[in-house]
């Protein structure tokens, strides 16, 4: 029998920890953490360390985001996989999050098989991350830096089509597969990555419809 993967829980919320075991522990090694600070001391130290981290927004000792906009989120984002749950859902704070590294963005209450499908669809795609994705991404000759995983999907996608356009359903499909996502999760994706491009000259358009396209904003 293969060794469970490691997940670790931020979650003060004992009846919450309560519905995790329920839809995880079959499937899963989980260790639990009801504040920040015991969560960074094991983060830092490197050893043991979770395949994914799945954070409720809101803890004892402050707000997961803060510890994300720190330097040590880093340890965190570039080599781990996370999930963040809140009951919230204000958009700004989902810009902030999938800006932070979020791999996704899940509200309160959610389903039993949608947090298990998303988890499960996480791991596979960051276990063959090295084989199916490139650091970079390169658009007329410009190379572009410093995208995330599905932010590299998503122009990779725009290059696919000859006239670089694609739609909602075309992206969710090629970028989501069949996890379920937020129904803010692209606006956020498209966002974040729109910021990225603009210094390289390049912008993503909305042209109606649920379609969206790549376009230079320089005029020749």
Known sequence: MSAKNKLWILEDDKGCQFVYEQILNHDFDIKYFDNISSFKTSISAK???????????????GNFLNYLTQEVHEELGNEIPFIVVSSSDDIETLRQCFKEGANDYITKPFKKNELLVKVETILRGNKSLTKSLKPKVTIDGKVIENLTQKQIKLVELFLDNDERVADRETIIDNVWGKTIVHPKTLDVHLYNLRRKLHPYGFMIKSVGGGKWTLLSDRLD
Do not use: E, F
């Not at 050893?47 to 000792?61: C, F, G, Q």
């Open 47 to 61: 050893k043991d360390l979770p395949a994914m981290v799945i954070a409720d927004l809101m803890l004892t000792d």
